[in-house]
């Protein structure tokens, strides 16, 4: 996937990252942290060097699976909706796509979403004013 020269960039990128950051910068989460992979970091259970190895290296050397992501939070918190913190609106697409593909809630297609969506909000962008005031007021 990637080219031989990206991935030593992208090694020497992890290898001096993790010269610079510590593992003792990282702690416990507070909430629940899905990674590219489709693990779940969880409160009270997380080994936190594995945590630094994956964030300082995996995560920069390999692509982030942002579908896998998604559809393990849909899957494992059963969101009533999805807030897409942003900037601007434009994972929100991706979020609907992961969504649809993952066949969520009996999704399996853009109009099936649509149809969801306008019966019942599942999708909040708030970087749409429209849509931030729905979950900020």
């Not at 610079?20 to 702690?27: D, E």
């Not at 409160?43 to 992501?69: R, S």
């Amino acid at each position: 996937m990637f080219g031989t020269a990206t991935i030593a960039r992208k090694a020497k990128l992890a290898r001096a990252a993790q010269d610079r950051f510590g593992p003792a910068m990282f702690a416990q989460p507070n909430i629940p942290m899905i990674d590219g992979r489709g693990t779940i970091w969880w409160p009270h259970a997380t080994d936190t060097d594995a945590l630094y190895n994956y964030t300082l290296g995996e995560q920069i050397t390999a692509p982030y699976n942002f579908a896998k992501a998604v559809t393990i939070a849909a899957r494992e918190f059963a969101p009533d909706l999805f807030i897409v913190l942003g900037p601007g609106t434009t994972l929100g697409g991706a979020v609907a796509q992961s969504l649809i593909a993952a066949g969520w809630q009996g999704m399996s297609s853009k109009s099936d979403f649509q149809t969801r969506q306008s019966q019942a909000t599942l999708l909040t962008a708030m970087g749409r004013a429209d849509q931030r005031n729905q979950v900020t007021t």
